[in-house]
């Protein structure tokens, strides 16, 4: 299978490219979407290639694209919808939930929402008010939706093939801290990653760490920071939020017996919470140590000069590795 040399956001505009040309049901809405290529260039070249009439710059309206999608997908169109950031989804919110997520449901089976609504999201880039959100956990906690967070070029094209694909809403995560970060060797093909496993990036045995998006960097640094002090760390990137892979979880933790959770999202409310309650219901009597957890500061996401406190590093990482195995 021939491969190409990728970064994040040039695997997500693959993706876009490739279902389209496969289904002309396909299409793709937004702002600024079409001709600019959006506010990160994730859609560059799909206007080109498709047209006005399947990319559709929409008016500045979270609401209005939310809610379009919704009645596009009803009447069996596949919409991609792009929201610029993922802090603007607060808008949409009322279509997502109300609408989105219990449409099939509602219909009792009669109308799917065949829909994807993609978003930036995260920290780390500088950038203002409502553009460094990591919420998340507002979509998890909802039934009805699947959350799909890659953190490699590869997993990228993958997983949004696969979102484009599934009969249900997916919320697709993209952490743009990452958009161009490093470069990933990806099949020029088209092929979809099951959306619900997650990946072992790292085998270890001493402790294992929950994480996903863009902190999955960090914590592999801490990984192998800790590895020159013995200590060997097992890192999970979950990739799919909602279906959680809770088999791998749970697998990794018995293993180990010690567990660290690190997510950028705010800690009250967040799902490293979810994740520790899951081991403490399937694992209990495999538990060595209390489970750390490595978060985002309980705090409206700050502006420039306080970004790098609020975000977990390797260095916080790397602390809260030991303190389990100092249990």
Request: hydrophobic share 45%; aromatic share 8%; charged share 25%.
């Amino acid at each position: 299978m021939a491969a190409e040399s990728l970064t994040l956001v040039e695997a997500v505009a693959e993706a876009i490219h490739d279902e389209m040309a496969l289904d002309e049901s396909v299409i793709l809405l937004g702002e600024d979407v079409g001709r600019s290529g959006g506010v990160f260039r994730a859609t560059e070249g799909v206007y080109d290639a498709f047209g006005p009439e399947r990319v559709i710059d929409t008016p500045l309206s979270e609401t209005g694209i939310a809610g379009a999608a919704i009645g596009l997908a009803a009447s069996g169109i596949r919409p991609i919808a792009e929201i610029q950031f993922s802090g603007f989804t607060y808008a949409g919110l009322e279509q997502l939930y109300t609408r989105a997520a219990r449409l099939n449901a509602r219909s009792r089976g009669q109308f799917s929402c065949q829909m994807v609504l993609r978003a930036p999201f995260g920290g780390g880039v500088r950038a203002p008010d409502l553009h460094g959100e990591s919420m998340e956990a507002i979509f998890v906690h909802h039934p009805g939706f699947k959350v799909v967070v890659p953190s490699t070029p590869h997993d990228a094209k993958g997983l949004l093939t696969a979102s484009i694909r599934d009969p249900d809403p997916v919320i697709f995560l993209e952490p743009k801290k990452i958009y161009r970060a490093f470069r990933e060797e990806v099949p020029e093909e088209s092929y979809a990653i099951p959306i619900g496993e997650a990946a072992v990036r790292r085998e270890g045995s001493d402790v294992s760490i929950f994480t996903w998006g863009s902190m999955t960097r960090p914590t592999l640094s801490a990984a192998e920071a800790v590895a020159e002090d013995g200590i060997d760390a097992e890192v999970v990137d979950l990739r799919t939020l909602s279906p959680m892979d809770r088999e791998t979880i749970v697998e990794s933790f018995k293993k180990t017996g010690r567990a660290v959770v690190v997510h950028e999202a705010p800690r009250t409310g967040g799902l490293a919470g979810e994740i520790t309650a899951l081991l403490q219901e399937e694992a209990l009597f495999y538990q060595k140590a209390p489970i750390e957890r490595v978060t985002g500061w309980d705090a409206v996401y700050p502006l420039y000069d306080l970004e790098d406190f609020q975000l977990p590093n390797a260095a916080r990482i790397e602390d809260a590795i030991k303190a389990v195995l100092d249990e």
